[in-house]
Nanobody
Framework: QVQLVESGGGLVQAGTSLKLSCAAS????????MGWFRQAPGKECEFVAA????????YYSDSVKGRFTISRDNAKNTVYLQMNRLKREDTAVYYC??????????????????WGQGTQVTVSS
């Protein structure tokens, strides 16, 4: 099992950057596929990015591709989401999610079985 705790959210202006962190407790973090999702008020949970264990292959939603970067530091049991050129529509609660040993990069929330509590990101114009 793994427990996930996000941090780094806040209120920022459009066009600026923010970096989210997700610290994982538990063993074998390096074998966990990790993802970021977000949920805006009144909207469904949306896939943002994912990173594979092993070769750290990444995958992004079209809405963030080229602006956001997911990365991981297995020595620190941490996954990051660097968010650049933020837009108002990026405003949401951001969740970190994990799945052990899956050998593909899923974008559906039901494919992840560990979740953090979320961190709020608010982008003002």
């Amino acid at each position: 099992q793994v427990q996930l705790v996000e941090s780094g959210g806040g209120l920022v202006q459009a066009g600026t950057s923010l970096k989210l962190s997700c610290a994982a407790s538990g063993r074998s973090f390096s074998r966990y596929l990790m993802g970021w999702f977000r949920q805006a008020p009144g909207k469904e949970c949306e896939f943002v990015a994912a990173i594979m264990w092993g070769d750290a292959t990444t995958y992004y939603s079209d809405s963030v591709k080229g602006r956001f970067t997911i990365s991981r530091d297995n020595a620190k049991n941490t996954v990051y989401l660097q968010m650049n050129r933020l837009k108002r529509e990026d405003t949401a609660v951001y969740y970190c999610a994990g799945r052990w040993g899956l050998e593909r990069l899923p974008t559906a929330s039901h494919d992840y079985n560990y979740w953090g509590q979320g961190t709020q990101v608010t982008v003002s114009s």
